[in-house]
């Protein structure tokens, strides 16, 4: 994979640029924006410091384990903790919208006719991946800080106290989300819109986890196994807040993402155009 | 690798299914001249350009460009072209999105404006700079497309269709720009508007069906000197032909499928004084009307009876 590193760098600028101005980022934006404005005008009406009680034990063991629960909401402020826990949850719907279109709508536009003469296709393809990344990496640090100044001013959280968890969070996040982002890079390669490559990442990714809650009443290891497919594996290591847990995240991300990203090159770097 | 050709193909085969694009093709394309690229619909112009672009790859066969493969790093910013179907960014202006292209070619930033607004400026687009794609004609798109492939200084210029779409007036305009650039780079102009050809190229290559038909001067594929093509008003009778060739200066007639009106006169080299005025006073005399009247065959003419 031949790189010019200049030429790499305009390709991502370009791309943030246009996907703050286009139709598909404007839109990811907004429904971004929508949702998390609803979600925090519910935090201030939620007794948060009710998830901290003995009493919300019971409810808390059934949805995690004890050491993830603790992890959550009694070692840090447990309203903070329930926007990373929402975050978390959703962010597969908004990175795999965000990162929808990223040679998806060149590919079907014959941009990249205008490109190809400029540009190596190890160029765009990289650059649109990172433009992608960072996108959805702006994004949740954006959401996160907001979230933390939220928490400090409705929650009675102390800022010292969220400072250095949104750090961790944000990292978090951004460890979770890079998978999700090279899945549609695959996706995008395939085909020839954004919201084809969209319906594509989301309906797989919804297909997949109807298999694996179907298959998990006849086997636990063959639903184990399917799961695997998808790039969220790692949730649970990330809401334990464990340094040891975040590198296996890392680990195992990372072979993640290698995976989607080389099979959607394969694709892309063969396709006609 | 012969330094004096732009583009080598080899035995280059483009397939789809069953289906020949481009079929065993063999050309050599000179460096530093216009080259026409012609044929029927379906003859493969557009696949050959895509190869040689790097935008399809190849089913069998090798392209070379400019000593290199069509994806070398080397070709990049080398080459430029007008692709035929290729549309722009939704949402941002023209002047944005080739500045943009011209950061990608090599340009800084302000130099890249400044590329864009030449290039804008070359294709009577100034104006519309601040414009956006869907907020523009066809017309103007293409002539968009245009200045994109006359960016900075490629060494060879692919246009696809360059004239196609546009008015009388801009065609002009496009194939004076093509005629300034002409000594400064490699140029293949593919187009069905055959008098753009004509005006333009020194060489022709004629595909027909994915194949190559001819490859040569396009003086030794239309005679340009002893003969005269005449549009005339009505389709010539046999009666007048006979007339016609009755003239001690007629070598030969050729006329065009019925209904064409087109009739070219082939006359000996060694009369050429006045001849013009000679034929003009033949077609007075059997009162025949005519409404174009141009010295040599026309290349409109060879294909159509080519490729019926």
């Known amino acids: 994979m031949t790189l010019r590193i200049g030429t790499l760098k305009k390709i991502v600028s370009h791309d943030l640029y246009y996907a703050l101005r286009s139709a598909r980022g404007v839109l990811f934006l907004v429904f971004f924006a929508v949702f998390w404005l609803w979600i925090f005008t519910k935090f201030g009406h939620v007794d948060t410091g009710w998830l901290k009680s003995p009493d919300s034990s019971f409810i808390l063991a059934w949805l995690f384990d004890a050491k993830t629960a603790q992890s959550l909401f009694t070692d840090r402020h447990p309203g903070f903790s329930l926007y990373y826990l929402i975050a978390i949850n959703t962010a597969p719907f908004f990175v795999l919208f965000a990162a929808s279109d990223q040679t998806a709508n060149d590919i079907g536009g014959q941009y990249l006719r205008f490109l190809l003469p400029r540009c190596l296709r190890s160029e765009i ?149 | 690798m012969n330094s004096g050709f732009a583009i080598t193909t080899r035995q280059l085969s483009k397939q789809y299914g069953a289906q020949f694009a481009v079929q065993n093709l063999d050309v050599e394309i000179k460096k530093n001249i216009t080259t026409g690229l012609i044929g029927p619909n379906g003859a493969g112009k557009t696949t050959l350009m895509s190869l040689i672009c790097g935008f399809i790859k190849p089913s069998d066969g090798t392209v070379n460009v400019l000593g290199q493969e069509p994806n070398a790093v080397d070709l990049k910013s080398r080459v430029s072209i007008l692709p035929q179907d290729a549309h722009f960014l939704k949402s941002l202006s023209v002047k944005v999105q080739l500045t943009m292209l011209a950061e990608l070619q090599g340009f800084a930033k302000q130099a890249a404006r400044k590329e864009a607004l030449r290039v804008l400026d070359l294709v009577d687009l100034i104006e519309a700079q601040n414009k956006l794609p869907e907020q523009m004609s066809h017309g103007m798109l293409k002539r968009c497309a245009i200045a994109q492939a006359l960016m900075g200084e490629p060494e060879l210029i692919l246009l696809d269709e360059p004239t196609a779409g546009l008015d009388p007036s801009t065609t002009d305009n496009i ?7 002409q000594n400064k780079a490699t140029i293949i102009i593919s187009s069905h508007n055959l008098s753009v050809i004509e005006d333009l190229c020194h060489e022709v290559v004629i595909l027909d069906k994915g194949r190559l038909h001819a490859h040569r001067e396009i003086d030794q594929i239309v005679v340009k000197q002893q003969a005269l093509t005449i549009k005339l008003t009505d389709h010539p009778t046999a009666e007048q032909l006979v007339h016609l060739k009755a003239a001690d200066w007629v070598k030969d007639i050729k006329v065009g499928k019925p209904g064409s009106c087109v009739m070219v006169v082939y006359y000996d080299p060694q009369q050429t004084d006045g001849i013009e005025i000679s034929l003009l006073q033949v077609l007075k005399d059997m009162n025949m009307g005519y409404r174009e009247f141009t010295k040599g065959e026309r290349l409109q003419e060879y294909m159509t009876d080519n490729f019926k």
């Open chain 1, 125 to 273: 393809y990289l650059g649109r991946f990172i433009g992608a990344v960072l996108l959805v990496w702006m994004a949740y640090a954006v959401v996160t800080l907001l979230a933390m100044l939220w928490v400090v001013a409705l929650n009675d959280a102390k800022l010292t106290e969220v400072f250095f968890d949104a750090l961790w969070m944000i990292v978090c996040l951004a460890v979770y989300a890079v998978p999700f982002v090279a899945m549609m890079s695959l996706c995008s390669a395939l085909v020839g819109s954004a919201a084809l490559s969209a319906l594509l990442g989301i309906g797989f990714y919804f297909i997949v986890t109807i298999i694996v809650s179907v298959m998990g009443f006849q086997s636990d290891l063959l639903a184990d196994v399917i799961a695997y497919i998808l790039p969220n594996t790692m949730k649970s290591e990330l809401l334990l807040f464990e340094f040891g847990a975040l590198i296996k995240a890392v680990g195992v991300n990372v072979i993640y993402m290698a995976v989607y990203f080389y099979l959607g090159w394969l694709i892309f770097s063969r396709r006609d155009i």
């Open chain 2, 175 to 181: 194939k004076a720009v093509i005629k300034n650039l």
